[in-house]
């Protein structure tokens, strides 16, 4: 895509605030006749790409080149114009500015800047001015005991700074807000877990989860993103850590809440009560990341494994299956996706 042009740079102005973000902005079902773009990051350079995809068959790609060489959590603040991500060679987090007035392939400094606090860092989720990372390494030396880590920083100005750091009993990777509760994958397993009113941890503490589940169907996790307004939560299946061609697959769970809510902690969801789409025509294989898109139905995947990584898109998502992407775009080694309107 080339640089926005005026018209859009004015709609963008006009857009209505969304304050609570991970992987998608879209919570409204009348934001149909509003343009539709993704944010990509990659840990093969650590470029920002964005794509235009307002119609999946006419899709446009603009690439910004960053001075990190692996990036992974990425977000939009359509607000101001500001693209965000989590950089995995500098270890911090890194804004953007006026990303719509910037032509396609060249450079863009780091305008909103953070300390050098992170090992691992992952996906990343917003609320408000505080932007939470999930960090997968591990923390105290000992494979055989999964911890993690979320980093919670508040953003002030031109500034990221370190409010504190919740250690997980469990190791992460995705993580998505819905109104103050967080929502994480726990990797290498086929677990969800809840942290209710997360924000409230304000001190540096070992804290637990409050709930977790198993989401039957899925081998091992690692993407999540969760539309409030439609009350759809979406979760990518990496299955073999060892097979990242064609295993992987995605889970569609709608009326999330009252299933997440009326299964019991440490129970089982069913395989019954989700929507999965997987198989040799999908062209997953390790699916790392998703966004969705509620007004068209349309689940979006960073697939950073099948063909040397991908960014693919699915619609006609309801009855599941082997279902060939309607986007098929590569993006060397893709670690996270953002979706936004305006």
């Given amino acids: 895509m080339k640089t926005l042009n005026l018209i859009k740079s004015v709609a963008f102005l006009m857009s209505l605030s969304i304050t609570l973000a991970s992987c998608s902005d879209d919570n409204d079902d009348n934001q149909k006749n509003l343009s539709t773009y993704l944010y990509a990051s990659n840990n093969s350079n650590g470029n920002i790409t964005f794509y235009d995809v307002t119609n999946t068959n006419s899709v446009t790609s603009t690439t910004l080149l960053t001075t990190s060489t692996a990036a992974d959590g990425i977000y939009y603040d359509k607000n101001n114009d500001v693209a965000v991500q989590a950089s995995r060679s500098n270890f911090s987090l890194e804004g953007f500015s006026n990303i719509s007035l910037s032509t396609g392939g060249t450079s863009i400094s780091v305008g909103i800047s953070g300390s050098a606090d992170m090992a691992s860092p992952r996906e990343l989720a917003v609320s408000g001015d505080f932007y939470v990372v999930a960090d997968n390494a591990d923390v105290d030396g000992d494979t055989n005991t999964p911890d993690g880590k979320l980093f919670i920083y508040s953003k002030s100005g031109n500034n990221f700074t370190l409010r504190n750091v919740i250690t997980t009993d469990f190791k992460l990777w995705g993580i998505t807000f819905d109104g103050n509760d967080l929502y994480a994958v726990v990797d290498a397993t086929n677990q969800l877990a809840i942290y209710t009113n997360f924000l409230s941890n304000t001190t540096n503490a070992t804290v637990s989860a409050s709930k977790k589940i198993a989401v039957e169907g899925i081998v091992r996790t690692h993407g999540l993103t969760y539309d409030a307004m439609s009350d759809v939560m979406v979760m990518t299946d990496i299955a073999a850590a060892t097979n990242a061609q064609d295993d992987g697959g995605f889970h569609i769970i709608e009326n999330f809440t009252s299933k997440f ?82």
């Fill in 261 to 342: 809510n009326n299964t019991a902690n440490g129970g089982t969801l069913a395989l019954s009560q989700q929507i999965r789409v997987a198989g040799s025509a999908t062209l997953l294989g390790n699916p790392v990341d998703v966004a969705y898109d509620s007004a068209t139905k349309t689940v979006f995947i960073a697939e950073a494994g099948n063909g040397g990584g991908r960014i693919l898109a699915f619609n006609n998502i309801g009855s599941g299956g082997n279902l060939a992407p309607v986007m098929n775009s590569d993006l060397a080694a893709a670690s996270s996706v953002f979706l936004a309107k305006y």
